[in-house]
């Protein structure tokens, strides 16, 4: 029975077409397309700022209070249906998605200093809805990467809301929870992320039509595939802040009664077939998440990587990304008020789906909710989440490309296809071993300046995926490559698996505990005032390694890389005065952590 419904809702997703898309802004469409990359906004302004915030900050920046605000405004306007008002200033799409244009627009640099984003709606046609036929409109926002070719993050939430009847536009549809959650959790990202700079270009989408069959995501997706646009990472967000179990749940889910709460739980929806990248993404999430969050939050969240794609016989707005072969996941709460049968169900009590999906009661009799249906608190954990793997994904390199060997001599030979344009900024790859019965990685390896090497523990007559990441040029691990299918012809013997480091947040700076690498390190003086030398005593004569000077809020002050040299001095009569971290980076990996003062 669950195939036979899980086929009927991939059929029902694509019965409907998208034609004659379009952008109001030709600059979006140059951009993605990576046209004329030196006219984009910010491009020049790498070395000002680069990086300029980081999972550090994203604690501190995203605000509940900010998401309270915009959700506020989102579900005054009634009835947010793909079908309803457009002209009107108060109520309906039209109303919801010019609010939401202006206040993207409100996080912008000031006019003075040039804008850092272009804005642009994706016009499309529709023919052959139930709920009808016409011309609708996503809005968009992109934060232009520094990388001329750079693929494109994007991170998505459908704006539009809903009743029991799908073409109901007369009814009250607030839409708190779906989707006003992850719509204002798009915006929040926005404003966080937008004085911060990348290589990767980033896409800020809100959808509509996501509940008439993924209308808008299907637009954008199927542009990108006619356009061939590189596209790096999706990531949806659907029904986002809700804490409280209904009546019903759409499994698979862990409500156990109606009431009960889970606050520190986060479900990540993937394609569950291992030659996916989708299925990857989530595993990607999951080992971010752990390396660079869970020991730096007040409230830990355990990310719950789902065995299939969406909730049985639902679907959301990444469904059409990895449709056409991109890399796409789904960010859920823990768990949901209802399984969106809708008021239009007599039997149905839940919130999910009607107009009781709204922020809050208030229950004192001051005009604003006080007993809330949406923890923010949860939201804004969620969104850090986000903004963390948002920005990862926007300076993670490219999955390698590999074959394998699997009747070499002395077992399996993995050979990477890519040409290495500079393998000082290629260190290396990490290379994972999964089978299809487990959420996450079974062995984790790592290879260094090696482009041909044969894959270690190997069982003869076993089955395998084997997937690839990219690593170096200190950037996190890259993105996950499909899973390739290897049944081992020839055991072979296994080597040590590669130990993940996990990063520290240090009065705002990112730190990492220090392994074994067989150097040591010079800062001399400290504090400095004129003049500061720096070195690293057993380097090889062909090792790559790099040195980064941040300030407090995570900005590059000064870097430099080097082959073989052992030290090097710098001029800091320049530098301002302060407190500044100095990373030194080896293979890849942040392995020594030092604070400077500089004093003039």
């Not at 796409?328 to 789906?353: I, K, L, M």
């Not at 002395?410 to 990490?430: H, M, T, Y």
Request: with cysteine.
């Amino acid at each position: 029975m669950r195939a036979i419904v899980i086929v009927f809702l991939i059929v029902s997703l694509n019965s409907y077409s998208q034609t004659n898309i379009s952008f109001s802004n030709p600059m979006a469409e140059k951009i993605l397309k990576v046209e004329d990359p030196w006219t984009w906004p910010g491009y020049h302004e790498v070395d000002l700022i680069h990086n300029a915030y980081s999972y550090c900050q994203f604690k501190e920046l995203i605000s509940a209070d900010s998401l309270r605000s915009y959700l506020e405004t989102l579900t005054s306007f009634q009835n947010r249906n793909t079908f309803s008002d457009t002209t009107s200033t108060e109520k309906g799409i039209g109303a919801a998605r010019r609010w939401i244009m202006a206040k993207l627009r409100s996080f912008d640099y000031p006019p003075n200093l040039g804008s850092r984003f272009e804005y642009s709606y994706l016009d499309f046609n529709i023919t052959n809805n139930t709920c009808g036929s016409g011309r609708l409109r996503n809005v968009i926002a992109i934060r232009p990467g520094y990388a001329k070719d750079s693929a494109i993050t994007i991170i998505e939430a459908h704006m539009d809301s809903r009743c029991g009847g799908r073409c109901d536009t007369a009814c009250v549809a607030h839409g708190a929870d779906d989707n006003g959650s992850g719509t204002v959790m798009v915006m929040e990202l926005a404003r966080v992320l937008a004085y911060a700079n990348y290589p990767g270009t980033i896409v800020f989408m809100l959808t509509t039509g996501e509940e008439q069959g993924l209308l808008g995501a299907s637009a954008l997706a199927e542009w990108c595939q006619q356009n061939n646009v590189k596209v790096k990472a999706v990531l949806n967000n659907d029904i986002i802040g809700g804490i409280f179990c209904g009546e019903t749940a759409s499994p698979p889910t862990t409500c156990a009664t109606e009431g009960s709460i889970d606050s520190t739980r986060l479900r990540v929806f993937a394609s569950s077939s291992e030659q996916l990248g989708s299925r990857n993404q989530a595993r990607w999430i999951k080992l971010n998440y752990e390396r660079f969050l869970a020991h730096n939050v007040a409230v830990p969240m355990q990310i719950q990587i789902m065995n299939q794609e969406d909730r049985t016989g639902r679907g959301g707005d990444h469904i059409p990304f990895r449709q056409r072969g991109y890399n796409a996941t789904r960010f859920t709460s823990a768990v949901e008020h209802g399984n969106g049968a809708g008021n239009s169900d007599p039997n149905y009590h839940d919130r999910q789906h009607s107009t009781d999906d709204i922020i809050g009661v208030d229950t004192n009799g001051d005009g604003k909710a006080d007993s809330l249906f949406i923890d923010f608190n949860y939201l804004a954990r969620n969104t850090v989440v986000n903004a963390t793997m948002v920005s990862l994904s926007a300076i993670a390199s490219p999955a390698p490309n590999f074959s394998i060997d699997a009747s070499a001599n002395g077992g399996a030979k993995l050979s990477i296809q890519d040409e290495w344009e500079n393998k000082r900024f290629l260190l290396g790859v990490r290379m994972a071993v999964s089978s299809d019965t487990t959420y996450m990685f079974d062995k984790l390896y790592h290879f260094e300046n090696v482009k041909d090497f044969t894959i270690p523990g190997l069982t003869q007559g076993e089955a395998y995926f084997i997937s690839l990441a990219r690593v170096g040029n200190n950037r996190p691990i890259g993105v996950w490559s499909n899973g390739e299918l290897l049944v081992a012809q020839a055991s072979t013997n296994d080597i040590q698996e590669y130990e993940m480091s996990y990063a520290v947040c240090d009065e705002g700076f990112i730190s990492s505990p220090e392994r074994k690498h067989g150097l040591d390190f010079e800062l001399q003086p400290n504090p400095a005032s004129d003049q500061l030398t720096l070195g690293a005593k057993g380097i090889g004569a062909f090792d790559y390694w790099e040195v980064r000077l941040r300030d407090i809020r995570g900005r590059n002050v000064f870097s430099k890389s080097l082959m073989g040299a052992t030290r090097f001095s710098i001029n800091t009569q320049y530098i301002e005065s302060g407190v500044y971290l100095v990373q030194f980076i080896h293979k890849g990996d942040v392995v020594h952590n030092e604070k400077l003062v500089i004093s003039h």
